[in-house]
């Protein structure tokens, strides 16, 4: 083991103060699914569930209550550092489009590497469901977990478990929530003023004249003249500083011995923050994002020994966007200069320019309005029948299941047009017109839309012989997916089975298995066998440790296996050859045209998925009669068969795209802590404090990448997604020094420019020296801390999570001062002059994209590490006494924030949004009642 995980030890005691100033490292009872010593409860696993003390995979969860705290309009938006080993990372917040990025330890792939997630036991998308519905969410990491998924278990899993009825009178919960969202953080610019005597040094740098006069940047400076001087912001006249947000949901829940029911209704509403929009939506549209979900989960005891379940969940989701979309909007917000043009001109039409005819104001009003409506539908029924009369304990189960998708647009859109106010010969003010406004054009059609058929046969026995105990599931799973467009549907097809033993409670084997397929490999290749091993022992149940009271619980358990991964990448149906139009002739004297038919990329007869090899070992503990839990993970996964081309083996004369092959390889090794403490509940007060660390590491071991004439320049043998670049060692001083230097042959240098380290010693400064720079964006450590009290009615919730051995690049506007006519921010104050030569930060100022100082190199790149406090919440629940005189059962209210602060070394931006839609802090109040 020490092979497997040997860690820099300055990497190991980073991260180690790092925990310890988050005060603890780990996750307790509260967030995990279940704690280690509630030794009686079930908790998902792969096509059903076992009691915890035989779980012998790696999994980690969250409970839904937590989720419901987390006040994310989008539900994976509230996974963030809650389970460990689950990497999820803020996308956009534009409302309807703000689901992150997961993954699970890490990367294994440098090709496909999307996660499995199954609600209910059916692949099924999550992002949109509602926390008030959601009993649980785990994540399947190791072999052992993940072996029955075979084929497509290699990038992990998560099972998203939703709440079923209970015995008892009807219970009748309501919750609404309401509040406001703000950007937790805009890109900021410089004025016109500034940009202007900024501009004009420029030009100078570059020997030209001058553009702003001593009178301009007067007039910037004093604001006296809007129109001909404008000073823009066009944050402030594009958005409003706040949005509202609200939610509604409305539970019901009971049943009997024989029948029970669970049944939600959630209304979602998300409004974005345009200034000025029709609320009509007839002209224009604010971001508007409204939802309704609708589950019902009904369990029926048909006879003594039938059973009957049937789910359906329906969802509709309709969207409303100015006309121009997001992308548009916010780039040319952050592109156009302040001193571009008035937003409006004295006549209320459209600023704009020749060079700048996407006036941002324009954009969110002069251009209609786009719509999608969504809708979806998921129906699942199951039946299991008791065979006690062949064995006892033998049960036999079948399941289907059509989950359908639907989405279509509905756009008015338009043009306008853009007039630049200009001064003729005589001094009047004259209109020069850019574009046209158009009328209203009409498109409506379906622009997403698929459906898919699960069937599932099951048998499963389950039964105890005195000391033994005997748990065994065999399944049959069909999965046929149809998209919209596409003839031919995705389908996957095969057997798994699970069989566990234990012997006294306390030692525990498990075999598992995939044996399934897809159709996007040869006929006759097209499935695979899964295998898993796993072990446990409860060292706990052992006569040696019942003596020791302060050990409550402690098992340890290890696994082995073999998972796939069918997300390749590239084409599909790689096996076959492609051939597709071109390559035409003319002939005759008339030169007529005869088409032709080009060769693609020679096929792959021989191609097969990825598969990972995966070891995992695991220690579960509860100590001090259950007030502290602990749970560590080991984990040494290696990848091969990964599709590469081989051009660096085969030489490009031979006239044909190469085939993808399964030649490459990728390891990755790490480790998941949880620790958790749970006070004793003294004078109605009492406390948990928990935490949680990730590490995981990858390395590309041969993805068949072609020959370099320096190793420093080769992929292999770095991590996925590593960044490379040139090494700036400062800023050239003067003539003498540039001729000192290696020849940099990206343009001509001058004083001012950023020097860059000659790697090769050729004394010449190009591509070949870029070198591996910083870290991947995907953070290598992530961390969770989650701390709560309680007194009497009162309670507060907080948590923070956290990221490190991550970078971030900077570029384009948000940095790079004038490029493709960009505006400035407040970094480019830091440039090189001879004044500042010692103290500058930043590049001499051009106003031009200058393709020596612009370009990919550790200049730009910064520590894309931070934490941030993702949730807070603080409530209150009134006593029971004196809610039985008004027919209350419960009666909490609250208010709660989302993305309170941030704490990392990016001060202009958002580190994981740099650009687009900004991520969203949220603060509300809510109530919560029980009937």
Do not use: C
């Amino acid at each position: 083991m020490n092979r497997i995980y040997k860690i820099k030890r300055t990497a190991l005691l980073t991260a180690t103060g790092t925990l310890f100033t988050l005060a603890t490292i780990a996750q307790s009872a509260t967030d995990s699914v279940p704690a280690a010593a509630d030794t009686s409860r079930r908790v998902p696993v792969a096509y059903g569930s076992q009691p915890w003390w035989k779980v012998t995979g790696a999994y980690g969860g969250v409970n839904g209550s937590v989720l419901r705290k987390s006040a994310a309009a989008t539900l994976s938006n509230g996974l963030y550092g809650r389970i460990p080993g689950l990497t999820v990372m803020q996308g956009n917040g534009e409302p309807g489009y703000d689901a992150p990025s997961m993954s699970i330890r890490g990367l294994s792939s440098y090709r496909g590497t999307g996660i499995l997630t199954f609600v209910d036991g059916f692949e099924s998308p999550f992002d949109q469901l509602a926390a008030d519905e959601i009993e649980s969410i785990t994540a399947l990491k190791d072999a052992a977990a993940t072996a029955m998924y075979g084929i497509r278990g290699a990038n992990g899993v998560l099972l998203i478990t939703t709440k079923r009825g209970t015995a008892g009178k009807p219970k009748i919960s309501f919750r609404v929530q309401t509040g406001f969202q703000r950007p937790q953080r805009l890109p900021e610019f410089l004025g016109s003023y500034d940009y202007a005597t900024l501009y004009n040094e420029a030009l100078r740098n570059e020997d030209k004249t001058e553009k702003y006069s001593p009178a301009d940047l007067a007039a910037y400076k004093s604001g006296s003249d809007k129109y001909f001087h404008p000073d823009v912001n066009w944050y402030d006249e594009v958005l409003k500083k706040s949005a509202p947000m609200s939610e509604y949901n409305l539970n019901l829940t009971g049943g009997n011995s024989n029948a029970t029911y669970f049944v939600s209704l959630n209304v979602l509403k998300n409004t974005g923050l345009y200034k000025n929009t029709d609320s009509k939506r007839e002209e224009s549209s604010n971001a508007n994002f409204l939802r309704y979900n609708f589950r019902s989960n009904v369990d029926i005891k048909v006879t003594k020994r039938l059973s009957t379940s049937l789910d359906l969940a329906g969802r509709v989701e309709d969207r409303s966007y100015p006309g121009a979309g997001a992308a548009e909007i916010w780039s040319n917000m952050m592109l156009i200069p302040p001193n571009a043009f008035p937003v409006r001109n004295p006549d209320n039409s459209y600023g704009g320019t020749s060079v700048y005819r996407s006036n941002p104001v324009g954009l969110v009003l002069g251009r209609g309005v786009s719509t999608t409506h969504a809708r979806s539908l998921q129906a699942t029924m199951r039946l299991s029948y008791e065979l006690d009369q062949i064995a006892p304990g033998l049960k036999a189960g079948a399941a289907v299941s059509f989950n359908n998708w639907f989405q279509g647009n509905d756009d008015k859109t338009k043009q306008f047009a853009v007039f630049q106010l200009l001064k003729n010969p005589a001094g009047a003010t004259v209109y020069n017109k850019f574009g046209d406004n158009t009328t209203i054009v009409e498109n409506d059609g379906v622009n997403d839309q698929w459906r898919r058929t699960n069937t599932q046969y099951t048998l499963t026995y389950n039964r105890s012989f005195g000391e033994h105990s005997v748990d065994a599931l065999l399944l049959y799973n069909q999965d046929v997916y149809t998209i919209s467009g596409n003839n031919v549907p995705y389908a996957h097809q095969g057997t798994a089975g699970r069989l566990t033993y234990a012997y006294k409670r306390k030692y525990i084997g498990e075999f598992s298995f995939g044996y399934n397929g897809s159709e996007n490999f040869p006929k006759g290749k097209r499935f695979g066998f899964f295998p898993a091993l796993s072990a446990g022992w409860i060292l706990s149940e052992e006569h040696f440790l019942q003596q020791v009271q302060w050990v409550s619980f402690l098992k340890l358990r290890a696994s082995y296996g073999l998972v796939g991964n069918d997300q390749v990448g590239g084409r599909r149906f790689p096996y076959q050859q492609y051939y597709s139009g071109g390559g035409g002739y003319y002939f005759g004297t008339d030169n007529h045209y005869a088409g032709g038919m080009d060769e693609g990329s020679l096929a792959n007869p021989a191609i097969t998925w990825e598969k990972d090899r995966r070891a995992n070992f695991g220690i579960d503990a509860s100590l001090l009669h259950n007030r502290v839990t602990f749970t560590l993970d080991l984990f040494d996964e290696k990848r091969r068969d990964i599709l590469a081309e081989r051009y660096g083996a085969i030489p490009g004369y031979v006239g044909v795209g190469l085939p993808a092959e399964n030649v490459g390889s990728v390891s990755n090794r790490g480790f998941e802590l949880q620790l958790g403490y749970q006070s004793e509940v003294k004078h109605g007060f009492s406390y948990f404090v928990s935490g949680s660390a990730a590490f995981a590491r990858n390395k590309i071991l041969y993805m068949a990448e072609a020959r370099q004439p320096y190793a420093y320049l080769n992929r292999t043998g770095q991590r996925i997604g590593q960044p490379f670049g040139l090494q700036a060692i400062g800023f050239f001083k003067d003539e003498a020094d540039i001729n000192a230097s290696p020849q940099q042959i990206f343009a001509p240098v001058k004083p001012g420019d950023i020097k860059y380290k000659d790697q090769n010693g050729d004394h010449i400064i190009d591509i070949y020296d870029e070198v591996a720079i910083g870290k991947p964006v995907l953070p290598e450590w992530t961390f969770g801390l989650h701390l709560g009290l309680q007194y009497k009615g009162f309670d507060l919730d907080a948590f923070f999570q956290g990221v490190a051995n991550r970078s971030i690049m900077l570029s384009g506007p948000l940095v790079w001062a004038f490029v493709n006519d960009a505006k400035a921010a407040p970094i480019a104050m830091g440039r090189w002059t001879p004044e500042t030569a010692a103290t500058a930060t930043y590049p001499r100022l051009t106003t031009t994209a200058n393709d020596n100082n612009y370009r990919s190199a550790d200049f730009w790149q910064r520590n894309g590490s931070f934490v941030k406090l993702r949730n807070i919440e603080l409530g209150y629940t009134f006593p029971v006494s004196l809610l039985s005189r008004i027919r209350l059962k419960q009666l909490r209210i609250y208010v709660n924030a989302v993305n309170v602060f941030s704490l990392d070394h990016i001060h202009f931006a958002d580190p994981e949004t740099l650009s687009g839609y900004p991520a969203m802090r949220s603060m509300n109040a809510g109530v919560r009642v029980q009937l």
